[in-house]
């Protein structure tokens, strides 16, 4: 099924009496979500990527622009009519039915032509737990379960409805770090076997990078960038994008173009040729420094983490807001670290620069 | 050497304190416990002793050595006490049943429901709490009175039925079950309707429960509404029962049979609380009142 | 949540109903009749409107009496109920075995009939031909003389309308403590104890200020409940209270309504009126000296 969002707007009105005027939370977001992809909305927290999901579910009202699946304009259908699957962060699984109730309870509710037989019922429960791998755990109560395993009761109650599209709102969050990794992967193979339009709200880069076919950046209720995970982490649009994705984080400097040059501090790091003087941001990859003696870039080193496969060189320069600059290099260098300063050259694709005032990239 | 024999001398004595402080604790207690269950154990004693037996007890006997059930037997047959029975349960099974369906649907609206005015409706209702029932139970009398349900199981029973308390004790669970199970049931195609009968309600099943067995304590007790509004014989609860019995039952001295009456209409109430024990306690705690 | 009013007030609408009709429209309406003069339940007319009413009952020696009884009552009953509860509640919360026991039977008279009850100890205190009654019986014990408590003399009735309110109240008081003393958090105790704090220290400076939230809302509501006493005093001496001398102030109003002196709403309502202007009044002066002596957590 493709979604369609289009100019979608949703306001609040302020609390409190001294503040006048709406809180925005998604703000004039137009979005073509294709058949049978999954697509990770990405942001910090406030951001407007849950209100999003709550538009797509029908549980708020738009004040603004309208949303399609496929040719249909639901823009107006209420949660109960719009046949959508939504698991939420807390799993909302209902504490008094033991699992079987919890995943049959959304077929209980279908009605007149989709009304289905006992039997049909209990056997397409018995299809979403095996879809989910949960076929012994049907008679147990939600609060005999683990984390994981409410998570997944949650994704098959979602999905045994054979929904239009499937809602998961910080599907991962409340699982520790082992379980969060195969739980990603489990959602990444259950939307690819079920082929359902999947949305999934996380404020966790790195889940959404990777099993999104499609990443949506938003904050304060706009959209940053949309592409594909590799595509956005690579060509970021602008110093928001770039330093939100990415662990470690980008490393972000004062920096200056000048006769093609670019100048951090009083270093000219890089050639860029085209680029016109101006003062700008310039933001490198962990992963885009390589050590050189002669390197062009100096910076005051602080220590070295071994990582096994990597090092991590941890260093300062005056020119930097980061606390610290990381740059990850191969274990095979090896980093006099007596010397008090460390010499880089730089990746060209690794570094990006932006407007100082906008924040826009400025293209190389 | 000294040291040690003084810190023996001090735990001794502390020791010493303590059973003493123990047995004062145990003496007290048991003393009220008897003073609470005397009367239960006088009035069991006295319904099973004869009446010949009993009037001729000048120093009334601790206990008795032939007990006997004609004393029930005459309750049930020399006064209408199977009709305060049957009355009273009728009376506390409609009321109750009646409080449920209207708390329940109430506070669903104050704690689920979002609608204009709801804010100020709640303050009200909570207002309501403070108003004690005999401000109200004149016009109630006349109102009742007009409209020609005295003597009536509607004139008894429709000025009972609502207890703001009640329903601000259930809105108040209510509004503890997460709003997303609510929004996962509106997203499974749920009406309100039945998100409320088939999660809210078993969810909080144990207020519920609670304020069934409260409501059911509070019309099996109930005097004075009934007093005001029943002359008839025939629609007398347990109370009014008990009252008239005392006054002109049994030939008024007849005390072991009055006794007797007495001990049947207190067995449902304690069965209740014996089986519930922990549910009621929890109940009253949370801000029950008598009456 | 998207609104929905007519949905929110159709489930409403019972509880309006229900509360319209028998708790707000009669509030308004027992001020009305409270100033109504020469009221006629019959014909439902009146004379005039004005302060006569009031005026008759605060002159009625019934009403002066019930007056008097009922102060009486509650002076002696919430300080002697809170102050056993009290000490009950603490040695409860001292002791590990039978604690579940003690507390089951403590709460028994909460579920029992008040006028059942009450005949029971009718008969304990009363005096007959045939005998002078359990009471009597252990006074005499103690070289006393007898007593009839429901047919003699004032003190004795009372005594015993005390006792058998005192007894009928404990239950809910006891069990309202316990849990408060329960939700004590121990470490306030163990660092009590640890730095050497005696026993009647910790129970003034710790347990005191930290139930005396509940405390004082067993005291409002004592007097309020005491205030309102009735069932207990008709279970003791009859539903003629006033020949007994013991009515009280509910008693005169049900009395008024209906009874043997038979119909008067606009008497009963004044009184009623009297009675909340009272409750009210003593629950104010209980909140502003509340305001000194209770802590909250």
Redesign the interface.
Known sequence: MKVVLQNLTKKFPARGKGNKGDVIAVNDFSFEIPDGKLIGLLGPSGCGKSTTLHLLSGLQKPTAGKIFFGEDDVTDLPAEHRGVGLVFQSYALYPHLNVRQNIMFPLENLKGKQKLTKEQMLQKTEEAAALVQLEGLLDRKPSELSGGQQQRVAIARALVKMPRILLLDEPLSNLDARLRLQTREEIRRIQKTTGITTVFVTHDQEEAMSISDLIVVMKDGVVQQIGAPQQVYDEPANLFVAKFLGTPPINVFEAAVKNGWLYIGDEAVLEVPGVSDREATAAIRPEGFVLNENGKFTCQLHRVEVMGRDITVVCGHKCTENPAIRAIIRAENKVDTACPTVRFDLIRQKVFLFDKQTGERIGL | MEKRKDYLRLERSAERRKAA??TV??V??TI??I???F??Y??LL?SVKSYSAY?S????AFFTLNPTIENYIHAFTAVPLGGYFINTMIFTLVTTALML???V??A???SR??????DL?FTA?LA?MM??S??????????ITNWDLRNTFAGLI??S??S?FY?YLLKENFAQI????Y??????????L?YLL??MV??C?PTIVTITILKV?EC??S??WP??ITDDEAYFL??NG??SI??NGFGR?N?PA??AA?VV??IP??L??LIF?NK??AG??RG???? | MEQNNRKGWLYLLPAMLFLGFFLVYPLVDVFIYSFEEGYNSASQTYFGIGLYNYNYVLHDPYFLQALKNTFILVAITVPVSTGIALLISVGLASIKPLRNLYQTVYFLPYVTNTLAVGLVFMILFKKTAYTDGLANLIINWFGGESVDFIDGPYWAKMFVLCFYTVWAVMPFKILVLTSALASVKQDYYNAAKVDGTSKLRIFTKITLPMISPTLFYLIITGFIGAFKAYSDAVALFGTNLNAAQMNTIVGYVYDMLYGNSGGYPSYASAAAIILFAIVLTITCINLLVSRKHVHYA
């Open positions: 402080v123990k604790t145990y007290f207690l009220w416990a003073l609470v269950l009367p239960f006088w009035m006295t009037s007890e000048y120093i009334p369906v209207v708390t649907l109430a669903f609206a104050f429901l979002n609608f204009k005015g709801k409706a209702f309501l108003i004690p005999e401000l109200v139970v004149i016009t109630n009398f006349v109102t429709l000025p039925v609502t703001v329903i997460p709003d997303e199970l929004y996962a049931a509106k997203v499974d195609g749920t009406s309100d039945k088939k999660v078993p969810i099943r304590i099996w007790n005097y004075v007093r005001l347990v109370s008990i009252q005392r006054e001295e005390i009055m006794m007495v209409i207190s109430l304690i209740l609380f024990r009621i306690m009253v705690a029950g009142t008598k009456g």
